[in-house]
């Protein structure tokens, strides 16, 4: 197994980055070998600033630069130029690309005194959803330096292909050149490593601290896989688990896969941040529609809602708009795959009438995948009803999958959710578990002119401890909020932004508003009263931090839990 740096691949990365990421990983016979992916080039040859998919550096061997192409289509015309799948047409063909990169790395490491001269050096392009039969022999690039679909198998021989052709090439055209047996030797390699990456003990960064968060989220993620594979084997299934255990991570996931192979792949949700995320995670996925359901409504019923639509239009006339068109004479359901993320916040039968008639086969013969957390974040509903009842009267013979492991909370902010809200024990196991003693701070205040002052003084107090303003969001159970009344009555509060939107500065919203998503630190205010709602307000905005939660309330209880 080669060591990987880092040792895990972010949930964004393209799903040919991916494959060739575990295959690399995977193959038999490198435990030698050292393989950057997405590495940055901030000294690049030929522009600002690059970056490299993988650089392979095999003692004995070689290095080797290679540029990853997953996209499903590629085409050239007679003018040189490439068009990769739906991107529009560029001069720079991914093999230039690849070179820059190439060049770069090498000036980089020249400047070191870490020549490459006694050991081959040289760069590919992986096109891993494309057979090299299809890539036929031209001017501007080597055949050797072409790796396919059928490269994932055997990477490391593709390697050792790549870098012995390389070897001989460079060979017939330098007389200088000779390959020194055994170079580069395993101590060579490790310098090499600490050049493009060094390790060092500075103080750590905001920057830093995301860096290495998101490497963190994305490695404990990984096992969720396995729930895939279990999904790819049954047509209709129910995803159940409680907060932070990777369920849009699945439903993402689940979108490529399906994508992948040809299908229509529909994608809805509730809320609109969610659909934003949803639709970064998917961008360039040919296939998948992700948006918000209400927004799947309006563009198939050809209406529009109106600014400020009460929950009437929401609730009846739109989906009976949208119903009037799906029932008419010739329309055809124009998607072969469903997923449902949060499904708990639109299972009612008027929302499931629509889904039926867009999904080939209808809900009872069609393929799906709802997910969603039935009895812990049900906040849009109320009464008795959560959803689960209808879900499985509706669609017949679905099979339900629990989730327990969560992926998301740091264990002490997981934790105190569930006791806060009553739920001690739902999530059986946290990964990240490693005890930091400090991820939540709960203050109490006695009056709304008090909050508004500790408010500033808690924003302060995570902006000296590194987060940034992105990292961080005020959520509360109700739209007047602290965060509110600091905006309209002009109190300060440390980069405070304009709302839940605005990404610039520091978001603020209700707790609804940001259902689905999460946040390295959440300051949840406003928390009083006696609302029997409460308590799932308070888990469902809790657990929306990764890294550190501060709760501003008036219930002295939740003080001492």
Partial sequence: MARMIPPAIADGAAPGEKAAFAALRDAPGTDDWTVFHSLAIGRHVTQREGEADFVVMAPGLGLLVIEVKSHLRIQTDSTGRWKL????????????????????????????????????????????????????????????????????????????????????????????????????????????????????????????????????????????????????????????????TGKTYIAAEAARRHATVGERVLVVMFNRLLEDHLQTALSGVDGVTATRLHAEMERVGGVTSPANGIADWYNTELPLAALEKVTESGFHPPYDYLIVDEAQDIASDINLDFLDAVLVGGLSNGRMLLLGDFSNQNIFRSGIDDGRETIEHRVPGIVPIDLDTNCRNRREIGEWAERASNRSGICKEFRRDAASGDAVEVRLFSSKDEEASMLDDVVRGLRAEGYGPKDVVILAPYRDSAARRATDQKITVSTLGSGIRDTSYIRWGTIHEFKGMEAPAVILTDISGTSERLPDLIYAGATRAQDRLVVLTSLEHLVSI
């Fill in 85 to 244: 799948g739906n991107d529009d047409w560029t001069e720079r063909s991914p093999f230039a690309q690849a070179s820059g990169e190439f060049h770069s790395i090498v000036r980089f490491l020249r400047q070191r005194s870490l020549d490459p001269i006694a050991f081959p050096t040289g760069y590919a392009v992986w096109f891993t959803a494309i057979a090299k039969q299809n890539i036929p022999p031209a001017i501007g690039w080597q055949e050797w330096a072409v790796l396919d679909a059928g490269d994932l198998a055997q990477p490391a021989s593709a390697v050792r292909r790549v870098l012995s052709s390389v070897d001989r090439d460079t060979a017939a055209k330098s007389t200088g050149y000779k390959h020194v047996a055994g170079e580069p030797s395993a101590k060579r390699v490790e310098r090499i490593r600490d050049a493009l990456s060094p390790s060092f003990s500075a103080e750590i960064k905001p920057t830093e601290l995301r860096r290495r968060r998101e490497q963190e989220l994305a490695s404990f993620t990984a096992d969720q896989v396995r729930t895939l594979d279990l999904i790819s084997r049954v047509p209709r299934v129910l995803v159940e688990g409680p907060a932070g």
